[in-house]
């Protein structure tokens, strides 16, 4: 039996780090790296920048590097056959589910230079899970002794942020969405309800997909993206039905509903 990592969202928040800071893709010839003495060779601890992390492959599967320029350590991991830099994101909390950064503003450019309608009062989010539905054989690999591992025992919780333009204002997690043990597909309705402070005019709504079994908890199999309800305002009492449409490992699907208290 081997141990799974955390791997396929995280790639994706590496590869969008380094695009959204990095002026361009060439790798610095100044590189900055330093090594530890070790009793039979010299074992590379750091680098400057993820450009000079190098080759991740099975070779040096949870080899950890510190990159300088972020201020963060890197591991090579697997998720599925495919290797890559995983960065270790810091948190207090002692959950590794509470410590992945999910944020994705693929959809701002689109209403950029729209004016936005705002929630003027406080407001509740009611959000209605309605699917989940595994696509992958990657839930349960420890149990193996099944001859499958096509069921795993997911939990579902979502991220909700609420902004007014790009102010950040409130930033709640919702209780875990048990669907149940040994689940390759699930339907029905699950509630979560919450009440927001007034003057957002958008609401980004994150779905957070993990293995509950004990050996293999907190290994997330949603995208890692967040769905961005715009002019918020403007869909009082208006059911908006969302998907997480980048997702590999399962289809989820939700209701949002917003309404004035």
């Given at each position: 039996?081997?141990?799974?990592?955390?791997?396929?969202?995280?790639?994706?928040?590496?590869?969008?780090?380094?695009?959204?800071?990095?002026?361009?893709?060439?790798?610095?010839?100044?590189?900055?790296?330093?090594?530890?003495?070790?009793?039979?060779?010299?074992?590379?601890?750091?680098?400057?920048?993820?450009?000079?992390?190098?080759?991740?492959?099975?070779?040096?599967?949870?080899?950890t590097l510190y990159v300088s320029?972020?201020?963060?350590?890197?591991?090579c991991s697997n998720k599925n056959?495919?290797?890559?830099?995983?960065?270790?994101?810091?948190?207090?909390?002692?959950?590794?589910?509470?410590?992945?950064?999910?944020?994705?503003?693929?959809?701002?450019?689109?209403?950029?230079?729209?004016?936005?309608?705002?929630?003027?009062?406080?407001?509740?989010?009611?959000?209605?899970?309605?699917?989940?539905?595994?696509?992958?054989?990657?839930?349960?690999?420890?149990?193996?002794?099944?001859?499958?591992?096509?069921?795993g025992d997911p939990g579902v919780?979502?991220?909700?942020?609420?902004?007014?333009?790009?102010?950040?204002?409130?930033?709640?997690?919702?209780?875990?969405?048990?669907?149940?043990?040994?689940?390759?597909?699930?339907?029905?309705?699950?509630?979560?309800?919450?009440?927001?402070?007034?003057?957002?005019?958008?609401?980004?709504?994150?779905?957070?997909?993990?293995?509950?079994?004990?050996?293999?908890?907190?290994?997330?199999?949603?995208?890692?993206?967040?769905?961005?309800?715009?002019?918020?305002?403007?869909?009082?009492?208006?059911?908006?039905?969302?998907?997480?449409?980048?997702?590999?490992?399962?289809?989820?699907?939700?209701?949002?509903?917003?309404?004035?208290?």
């Amino acid at each position: 039996m081997k141990a799974k990592f955390i791997s396929g969202f995280a790639s994706i928040l590496v590869l969008s780090f380094i695009a959204a800071c990095g002026n361009d893709s060439s790798s610095s010839t100044n590189a900055e790296t330093s090594y530890e003495e070790s009793s039979s060779s010299a074992e590379r601890t750091s680098v400057k920048t993820v450009y000079e992390l190098g080759e991740c492959s099975s070779k040096n599967k949870n080899e950890t590097l510190y990159v300088s320029e972020d201020g963060e350590d890197y591991t090579c991991s697997n998720k599925n056959g495919n290797y890559t830099w995983v960065s270790a994101v810091k948190s207090s909390s002692s959950s590794v589910i509470d410590q992945i950064v999910y944020y994705s503003s693929s959809m701002e450019t689109e209403y950029k230079d729209e004016k936005e309608s705002f929630l003027y009062k406080e407001f509740t989010v009611e959000i209605d899970l309605t699917l989940f539905k595994q696509v992958s054989d990657n839930w349960e690999e420890y149990n193996s002794h099944k001859g499958n591992y096509s069921d795993g025992d997911p939990g579902v919780k979502f991220q909700i942020k609420t902004y007014a333009d790009d102010k950040l204002v409130d930033s709640v997690q919702t209780d875990v969405f048990k669907i149940g043990e040994d689940v390759g597909k699930w339907t029905g309705h699950q509630y979560f309800t919450k009440v927001f402070s007034g003057g957002v005019n958008k609401i980004y709504i994150c779905p957070i997909v993990f293995e509950r079994n004990v050996i293999e908890a907190n290994v997330i199999h949603s995208s890692g993206n967040s769905y961005i309800i715009h002019d918020a305002g403007n869909k009082i009492d208006t059911p908006i039905m969302q998907n997480d449409s980048e997702a590999e490992d399962c289809d989820l699907e939700w209701t949002v509903t917003i309404s004035y208290k």
